[in-house]
């Protein structure tokens, strides 16, 4: 196994209502002509009561083209992500220097050398540390991470890895893009990242007991994919020479309902568990209709998923980096049995399914 020792999560220092966030994206992209009562209809319905957003509203209004927009993510997307990275470290006790690989996961920004490779440096990473971009996992980017991450660590079992999540959705904003799946987005998506560390389990931290802030990480005890058939179109981006322009079918809870159930009952049953044996559920809150379709797949009781339901309210959905908070709630505030069974899962771009076994 490996064993999650920090999780560490950050946002942007500029924090607006939902409502503000509604008025500002109407005047910049819809206009007076614009489609003002299903905006504030869908933003009303995403239940987010606050989002961060990397720049100050007032600079969204002159934004230019892809380019700016993306130079404007790689310079935040270090920033934070650095900070991230540090404090994760801070939180279990390790350095820079202890730092074997880093792993990135981000789809709201395309950046060559790739976003790890621009933080390590400034987190003051080894030269030698190794890299492993990842790209395109969308939402399901955090679970996703962490099984790859953990996936390394099983044939590195004395190493030191990081995961990080960075994504600034507000900076892929589509002025001419009128339809209902932006609309959707616009109320739903906000900015954030987080940066979990891992260690193999036979570094010293795996088998440490001692109490840190942040009370103490779960094991990984194995992980699960499933790619669905034929769903490419259900979410992901359309990349134009407006930079990405936002794909968000409707069908997406009801896959979510079809496959999910069979899907962690299968993976819980490998390891003869069932959904009456986890005690932890870490869930990305993809949106209200998404949360709810898990519950209905898994017949969850109706607390499982609060720290879930409370982050969407608190941030809005922060694609890959959403799960992670999530993560970080449930250790700091949770404090789930020791030897408890947990699943953390995400679905995303594909159509597909990350699944995580947690023993805390």
């Not at 190493?159 to 209902?180: F, I, K």
């Amino acid at each position: 196994m490996s064993r999650i020792t920090a999780v560490h999560p950050v946002v942007p220092d500029h924090r607006y209502p939902q409502d503000e966030l509604t008025r500002v994206f109407a005047d910049v992209c819809l206009g007076p002509d614009g489609r003002h009562q299903l905006l504030s209809r869908l933003h009303a319905s995403a239940q987010v009561a606050y989002r961060h957003t990397a720049l100050p509203l007032e600079r969204y209004r002159d934004l230019g083209d892809f380019g700016e927009r993306n130079d404007a993510f790689i310079e935040a997307a270090v920033r934070l992500g650095a900070e991230a990275v540090a404090g994760a470290l801070d939180d279990c006790g390790l350095s820079p220097d202890d730092v074997d690989l880093i792993a990135s996961t981000t789809v709201t920004g395309v950046a060559v050398p790739s976003i790890e490779a621009r933080v390590a440096p400034v987190a003051g990473l080894r030269p030698d540390v190794r890299r492993m971009p990842l790209l395109g996992l969308g939402c399901m980017g955090g679970a996703g991470g962490v099984a790859r991450v953990h996936d390394y660590l099983l044939g590195h079992p004395r190493d030191v890895a990081v995961l990080l999540s960075v994504e600034l959705c507000s900076l892929t904003l589509q002025r001419d893009d009128t339809s209902v799946a932006h609309l959707v987005a616009s109320g739903l998506f906000g900015d954030g990242a987080a940066a979990v560390v891992m260690v193999g389990d036979e570094h010293p931290l795996a088998a440490d007991e001692a109490e840190r802030d942040g009370g103490l990480g779960p094991w990984v005890v194995d992980s699960r994919s499933h790619l669905y058939p034929d769903t490419e179109r259900a979410m992901g981006w359309d990349v134009g020479a407006g930079g990405l322009r936002i794909v968000l079918g409707p069908e997406v809870p009801a896959l979510v309902h079809e496959y999910l159930g069979d899907d962690v009952r299968g993976f819980l049953g490998d390891h003869d568990l069932t959904v009456g044996d986890v005690e932890t559920w870490v869930s990305h809150p993809g949106g209200p209709k998404v949360i709810e379709a898990i519950e209905s797949a898994l017949e969850l009781p109706p607390d499982a998923l609060e720290l879930t339901w409370r982050s969407l309210a608190e941030v809005g959905n922060l694609s890959s980096a959403s799960v992670l908070h999530v993560l970080h709630d449930t250790i700091a505030k949770h404090s789930p049995a020791t030897g408890s069974a947990g699943v953390l899962m995400a679905m995303g771009p594909g159509f597909c399914a990350e699944l995580v076994l947690l023993r805390w």
